[in-house]
């Protein structure tokens, strides 16, 4: 069988049956009727044929034989490290873990919550400040965003501090993204001192990117005196050894977490570290996890405050991160509690060990050595930096040029005695005696880390195999369940593509290897970046950015420089329709342009006479318009062009926001229709599964005139050409490349066209079958809806009070994850099935939908109190329905087994409802003391937890 066949979930067989319902001939005929014919594509895509899943295979085990993986002790921000194979196959390769979605439905999503709240917990304790979030995008961004979260709270000052000590591509990023909102910028050796006033604040790097050491608190106390805040980019493992940044008084910590066991990836995915003083907390940007409690007492998690963010806040939301690095985030959380602090410890001493060995060798051997004191890093004084690097590059090992006489060597976890003999002879010296301890005394660390007891309990591999897998069993993945998340595209994430993602000639290359050893990396992504190109018709791609907001930030940062070198630096307006997604308006706001909004019409298209409106009043002044296509409303708007074109001609370039590819994929291209750049996301039209919350990746295509703003080298001068880089990494989130690279390589221009059609399909059968039950809000031709629909609850809310919220919580004890909640309308949930639903699954959801819609009926009819209702109530868990107590007029049956199919298959939440607000009020965001639990559950007759809608988007 092809592979898309097996990716499609109805066969011949089940397709002919949800046509017959939909009344169409042909799949063909339905996308006729579905899609306006003014943009169709001309012809098939240009896509090489189809390769089966073995051959795909075959392919990939070619390229990654063509990459030659050097030992890496090149450092600058990524260092080798040791995934736990428990923690590997548990979480990295286990689809529970992988394929779950972002816990905003929280009562489905306590394991992965907790972990989450693990990863916080240890930053908080490592860091030393109060509140940490759960995961920024990479270590670059991460200290965009300090710089960020300072200008939003000093309000006086317009300059900002970068220590020249930072890694390179740290500054670039950090730099380029400060100047786009208008930053002044300066960038010094911040342990030499501070000067100047008129200051936002500093991000000071400790340790520096040469391995040396300095202490930050005479920075911090300068800094403080003029007003500013203080950012400390720290080394995690370094903080075992050192003193923390809160204790010695930084305002916000920031840094990486890959070396707790992230493979090295090529330079992605990896979950950034944010951790902030409680005075900031509602400042920062990302994703919180924080603790609140169900409707009977007991300890629950949620996300908090931030959730809503760009949904409520758009153009004034702390940042535009929506997808993060949860899957990244959760793997170093669990390398934490599997070695607890002492093993973190003793991985860090180790590092420095060597590296102390390694110096005292060296200097043995009258090689200089440029720093008394450092962690891992040893800088080494020598003649020609470039021949050294390159000799070691013979005999296997990857050091760094850090300039024509500096060589960096870093050490990491897998450091042998061969390898430090190996990198000795690269500099002619050799082991030696034991090195003395090279860490300041004045900064070791006094305070304590990690005494949850989490991270001392679960060390040994039969605890840590049975902790992952009972935290994944409280929730609900795409390996249990479709997740019907319109906006989201759930689909199926190939295996096929996702076992090449850990191997190591892919794994174990380090972002900064030199091309001539990328071979195969490179080849991977020019293909999948030539696939791109032919799949948006746009001229060229960058796979950089590493979600897809980073891809709108990254977009209009080129439509922004475009501008500019046209001499236009007045067109500073983002017209964004008031449907858009949260992270277009937040999106602008980075890239410094006004957001104004186009209002949406009665059937959910772009009012055509306010868009002429603001054309008209913003003469002169339009950088560009945000569409998402088809729109966050679920349909094909037949007037895409004329909107494109009117943009045009008012000399606005045109961003399409490629969320909802999985409608357009071999049917239409964004780049024929009237775009000058999209950004696509792979995590949902190209298979790389959500992994609860990221990562993401987030390529943009342009048109030939956008190319030269592309986003640059992380790595290329501060003053060089090119467009702002938005990651850490040329490739961004390579790593996770592979997966979408087998998935075209296995769909082929025929598969991917027909996993559109089959979406349409499946997302149609859906509306017509429970058009009965809840009207759908908007069609389009033929009352039809592209690949999803949105259903709405407003009349029914009316009637019977049942929320949207309501039956996004009953359905969980259908063992269904909810639809999308109140997005883009509030009052409604929207469904996308996708095209890997089955027919047996789609009916399954119907069936659950219209046993709902029989509930809220009961409600209605006044048979029971909406307040009593089994809708109101749910979810329920299995400890409510067996105690003895039963407080409802409903039984306990129709609570917990509404439908016969529940009784062979029942998954049962381990959380009742949430109560959001309490949360919110009462914000901890640090795992609870194990007595938290200790609790007698309060038996409720009726809940009173309300759910706030806008919490529940997407
Ligand atoms: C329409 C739309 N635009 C942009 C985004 C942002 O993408 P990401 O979450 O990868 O940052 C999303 C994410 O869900 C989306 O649905």
């Not at 990857?398 to 060589?407: E, F, G, P, S, Y």
């Amino acid at each position: 069988m092809d592979y898309i066949a097996r990716h499609i979930g109805p066969d011949q067989h089940e397709q002919q049956e949800l046509l017959r319902v939909l009344g169409y001939d042909s799949i063909d005929a339905l996308i006729a009727a579905a899609v306006p014919s003014g943009i169709l594509a001309d012809g098939p895509l240009e896509l090489p044929e189809a390769l089966t899943e073995y051959e795909a295979q075959a392919r990939l085990r070619e390229l990654a034989g063509k990459n030659r993986v050097l030992r890496a002790f090149y450092g600058q921000g990524f260092n080798s490290t040791l995934t736990p194979p428990v923690i590997r196959r548990g979480v990295v390769e286990d689809a529970g873990w992988y394929t779950a979605y972002t816990p905003y439905q929280a009562e489905i999503s306590q394991g992965r919550l907790e972990a989450l709240l693990n990863f916080q917990t240890m930053v908080e304790d490592l860091s030393g400040l109060d509140i940490a979030n759960a995961s920024l995008l990479d270590e670059a961004s991460a200290a965009a965003e300090a710089v960020g979260l300072m200008s939003r709270v000093v309000k006086k000052g317009r300059r900002v501090l970068l220590d020249a000590r930072l890694h390179p591509q740290v500054i670039k990023v950090a730099a380029e993204r400060a100047r786009a909102i208008d930053l002044e910028v300066e960038v010094a050796n911040l342990a030499e001192g501070v000067v100047g006033e008129d200051l936002v604040g500093a991000v000071f790097a400790y340790p520096g990117t040469e391995g040396d050491i300095a202490d930050p608190r005479p920075v911090i106390e300068a800094i403080h005196d003029r007003g500013g805040l203080v950012a400390v980019d720290a080394d995690i493992l370094a903080l075992t050894l050192l003193e923390s940044p809160g204790e010695l008084g930084a305002d916000i910590a920031i840094g990486s977490t890959q070396r707790f066991g992230v493979p090295l990836f090529y330079g992605g995915p990896h979950a950034a570290y944010m951790a902030v003083r409680a005075k900031l907390q509602r400042q920062m940007p990302g994703r919180l996890v924080g603790v609140s409690k169900d409707a009977e007492g007991y300890p629950a998690y949620r996300l908090a405050l931030q959730t809503r963010e760009q949904h409520i806040r758009r153009e004034r939301a702390t940042s535009n991160i929506c997808t993060a690095q949860a899957l990244l985030a959760v793997t170093a959380s669990m390398y934490a509690v599997y070695h607890g602090p002492e093993g973190l410890t003793a991985i860090a001493s180790a590092a420095h060990q060597r590296a102390a060995d390694f110096a005292t060798a060296l200097e043995q051997a009258g090689v200089k050595v440029k720093h008394a004191e450092f962690f891992d890093t040893v800088a080494v004084e020598v003649g020609d930096a470039p021949e050294v690097v390159a000799k070691l590059a013979q005999d296997g090992y990857l050091v760094r040029a850090i300039d024509a006489t500096t060589v960096g060597v870093s050490f990491g976890e897998d450091t042998t005695d061969a390898d430090v003999a190996a990198l000795l002879s690269g500099f002619g010296a050799q082991p030696g005696a034991a090195g003395e301890a090279r860490l300041p005394q004045a900064l070791g660390r006094t305070t304590d880390f990690l005494t949850h007891e989490t991270f001392n309990r679960i060390h040994s591999e039969t605890q840590m195999m049975r902790y992952i897998r009972a935290l994944g069993d409280k929730d609900l993945a795409l390996d249990r369940t479709m997740i019907p998340l319109g906006s989201c595209t759930m689909k199926l994430n190939p295996t096929a593509g996702l076992e090449a993602i850990t191997w190591p000639e892919f794994a174990n290359v380090h972002p900064y290897t030199p091309d001539e050893y990328t071979e195969g990396w490179r080849e991977l992504i020019d293909e999948i970046r030539s696939w791109l190109v032919a799949i948006t018709g746009y001229a060229e791609v960058s796979v950089q950015p590493n979600s897809g907001a980073t891809g709108e930030l990254a977009g209009l940062l080129a439509i922004r420089g475009y501008h500019v070198a046209n001499g236009e630096t007045e067109r500073d307006i983002c017209l964004i329709p008031a449907s858009a997604h949260g992270t277009n308006a937040a999106s602008a706001t980075l890239a410094n342009l006004r957001v104004v909004v186009v209002k949406t019409a009665e059937d959910g298209s772009i009012d055509i006479a306010d868009l002429d409106e603001k054309l008209a009043k913003h003469e002169g002044h339009v950088a560009a318009i945000m569409l998402t296509y088809p729109s966050t409303h679920g349909v094909y708007e037949a007037d895409v062009r004329t909107v494109c074109d009117k943009v045009h001609a008012a000399g606005g370039q045109v961003y399409i926001d490629g969320a909802n590819m999985n409608a357009l994929t071999g049917i239409a291209r964004p780049g024929d229709f009237g775009g000058d750049v999209s950004h696509l996301n792979l995590h949902k039209t190209f298979t790389i599964p959500h992994g609860g919350g990221g990562p993401g990746v987030g390529p943009i295509g342009v048109a030939e005139h956008l190319i030269p703003f592309l986003p640059g080298d992380p790595n290329a001068a501060l003053d060089g050409d090119g467009g702002v880089p938005v990651a850490s990494t040329r490739y961004g989130s390579a790593g996770v490349l592979p997966i979408s690279w087998a998935y075209i390589a296995m769909s082929g221009a025929a598969g991917l066209r027909s996993a559109t059609a089959h979406a349409v399909l499946n997302a149609n059968y859906i509306a017509r079958q429970l058009q009965d039950s809840f009207p759908v809000l908007y069609t389009g031709n033929e009352g039809l809806v592209g690949h999803e629909c949105i259903l709405d609850l407003r009349e029914l809310t009316d009637q019977s009070g049942v929320t949207a919220a309501d039956v996004a919580k009953r359905l969980i004890d259908y063992g269904f994850h909810a639809p999308t909640l109140a997005f883009p309308v509030a009052g409604t949930l929207m469904v996308e099935p996708t095209e890997s639903e089955d027919l047996a699954e789609l009916d399954r959801f119907i069936e659950a939908m219209r046993s709902i819609r029989a509930e809220i009926q009961d409600i209605i009819d006044g048979k029971i109190e909406y307040e009593k209702s089994v809708v109101h109530n749910a979810p329920y868990t299995a400890a409510s329905v067996i105690r003895d107590e039963w407080p409802f007029e409903f039984t306990r049956e129709q609570a917990a087994y509404p439908v016969a199919s529940l009784e062979r298959a029942k998954y049962f939440p381990p959380v009742r409802r949430i109560d959001e607000a309490f949360g919110d009020r009462n914000l901890q965001c640090a795992c609870p003391p194990p007595e938290a639990f200790d609790i007698t559950p309060e038996v409720v007759e009726e809940t009173d937890v309300v759910v706030d809608e806008k919490n529940e988007s997407y």
